[in-house]
């Protein structure tokens, strides 16, 4: 398994993830595809421009896909490594959504975990 690095700082989300994740679909979805049931938010990775570039690479290699429920959007879905955490990366597939953002989820609260805030400097490995 090869894995695609991305560097971005931390950013302020609308909430959508922390909606999304307390989903009953959208959470068996994430702990039967990547194994671990997602605390209820995500990390927010505004990503650098070299990142950002990438980031494309992984809509053309998704393997793991979220199937919505009606009226939801689809998001391709990859296990990932932060600081050593296993997590993963959302994409949801909409239209108009930010090239410059990754969305990381995780078992647990990275922000408490890590002892992160906006602004930091993260990296995280995408497994593609």
């Known amino acids: ?20 994740l307390s989903l009953p679909w959208d959470k068996q979805q994430i702990e ?8 209820a938010g995500t990390l927010n990775l505004q ?3 070299e990142s ?3 980031r494309n690479m992984l809509l053309s290699a998704k393997t793991k896909v979220i199937c919505p429920a009606e009226g939801y959007c689809v998001g391709a879905l990859f296990s990932a490594v932060v600081a050593d955490l296993n997590c ?6 909409v239209a108009g959504y930010p090239q410059n953002l990754l969305e990381v989820v ?3 609260n990275l922000r408490e975990r890590l002892g992160l805030k906006d602004g930091d400097c993260v990296e995280v490995a995408v497994h593609v």
């Open 1 to 20: 398994m090869k894995n695609l690095t991305f560097r971005g700082t931390i950013v302020t989300g609308e909430g959508n993830g922390k909606r999304y």
């Open 32 to 39: 039967e595809k990547l194994g671990f049931t997602p605390y």
């Open 88 to 93: 993963g990366v959302v994409i949801p597939e």
């Open 106 to 108: 995780a078992p647990v």
């Open 47 to 49: 990503l650098t421009a």
């Open 52 to 54: 950002a570039k990438r």
